[in-house]
């Protein structure tokens, strides 16, 4: 599985940005799929995640602000973030957990940064 994301970018406080991520692959395996995000000197925190049967989960810090959603028919995922606060400034990874190996397993796209500026 290929995991490409696209929409980060610089964006004021109160203001809005979509992330994108495009699966490739054996898309066929992915049981799961969500959003991580990394600040330098921490370990990466989990956004947001959705199941293949649509269950969604929030980090308490995003709820009520930002969305995940997926378009299956063209194994994309979105992340819609509306009222951007200067702590969600990071870099943010796509995230797929794939079920089709022995054991489940990660996979990663290479991350996209997400800076809010005051």
């Known amino acids: 599985v290929q995991l490409v994301e696209s929409g980060g970018g610089l964006v004021q406080a109160g203001g809005s940005l979509r992330l994108a991520c495009a699966a490739s692959g054996d898309t066929m395996c992915i049981s799961a799929m969500g959003w991580y995000r990394q600040v330098p000197g921490k370990e990466h925190q989990l956004v947001a995640a959705v199941t293949s049967g649509d269950s969604t989960n929030y980090a308490d810090s995003v709820k009520g602000r930002f969305t995940i959603s997926r378009d299956v028919a063209n194994n994309t995922l979105f992340l819609q973030m509306n009222s951007l606060k200067l702590e969600d400034t990071a870099v943010y990874y796509c995230?797929?957990?794939?079920?089709?190996?022995?054991?489940?397993?990660?996979?990663w796209g290479q991350g996209t940064q997400v800076t809010v500026s005051s």
């Open positions: 995230n797929a957990v794939g079920s089709c190996t022995v054991s489940p397993r990660d996979y």
